[in-house]
């Protein structure tokens, strides 16, 4: 089983929807991370939390929040999903413990594709 | 701000060509420098990485040394082979572990 997972794969919507995008990690980390991927751009940072109490704002958070469940889930919601927010979407993990200085390295998950229309 | 340049793609190559894919960046501070690779409809996996000046990372036979003279973190492999084909990202981190990621680069090998 993989140890990051994100549900949905795929998903279609049309402008205005709520949508909401889940993460699920087995690894035990700390730390998760949502991030888009457009062409041309790389991946750029939405929302990032470092434990279930804490919650920080990325590059890129306008148009979009998150929630902190769990040590293990940690889900993004498009409170009204516009077209230019279509993209791909990677969760990601890592562990504060594993190395100090900001060095742990990041575990992503297989993505979500999200298309608005 | 901080950022990360690369060079674009696609990069095509034969297989068991030399491989190079350049990348510089800019930092305010003293940066960790990585490379990342993303195969066809997975997400992205840590290649190598390097913490401070003259540092090497190497993995599957790539290689990539920070140049702090020159902002600069090349990847390079001496033998590409088809299952190299991916996306590669050059990333840097400064504090709290935010990654900073260049465009990607595209990379190609024929058969």
């Known amino acids: 089983d993989a140890d990051v997972t994100q549900t949905p794969r795929n998903r279609i919507t049309k402008t205005g929807k709520r949508i909401m995008l889940e993460c699920s990690q087995t690894?035990?980390?700390?730390?998760m991370y949502w991030y888009r991927q457009d062409p041309g751009l790389g991946l750029r940072l939405i929302y990032y939390s470092f434990d279930v109490k804490d919650i920080n704002k990325g590059e890129i958070s306008d148009g979009y929040s998150v929630s902190r469940q769990a040590q293990a889930k940690f889900s993004l919601s498009l409170e009204s999903a516009i077209p230019n927010q279509t993209a791909l979407y990677f969760c990601?993990?890592?562990?504060?413990?594993?190395?100090?200085?900001?060095?742990?390295?990041?575990?992503f998950g297989p993505g979500t594709r999200l298309t608005v229309l | 701000g901080d950022s990360v340049t690369q060079m674009e793609g696609p990069v095509t190559l034969s297989e068991e060509a030399f491989l190079t894919i350049n990348c510089t960046y800019t930092?305010?501070?003293?940066?960790?420098l990585f490379w990342y690779v993303q195969y066809p409809g997975e997400g992205l996996q840590l290649l190598l990485k390097a913490t401070k000046a003259d540092d090497k990372g190497s993995n599957k036979g790539f290689e990539a040394t920070y140049r702090k003279e020159t902002t600069s973190f090349h990847l390079e492999k001496g033998s590409v082979q088809v299952s190299d084909s991916a996306v590669y990202f050059c990333?840097?981190?400064?504090?709290?572990?935010?990654?900073?990621f260049g465009a990607g680069t595209i990379l190609r090998v024929k058969s």
């Open positions: 990333a840097l981190s400064l504090y709290g572990n935010k990654l900073v």
């Open positions: 690894k035990g980390h700390d730390r």
């Open positions: 990601a993990t890592s562990d504060s413990l594993s190395n100090g200085r900001g060095l742990d390295t990041q575990y």
């Open positions: 930092a305010t501070g003293y940066p960790s």
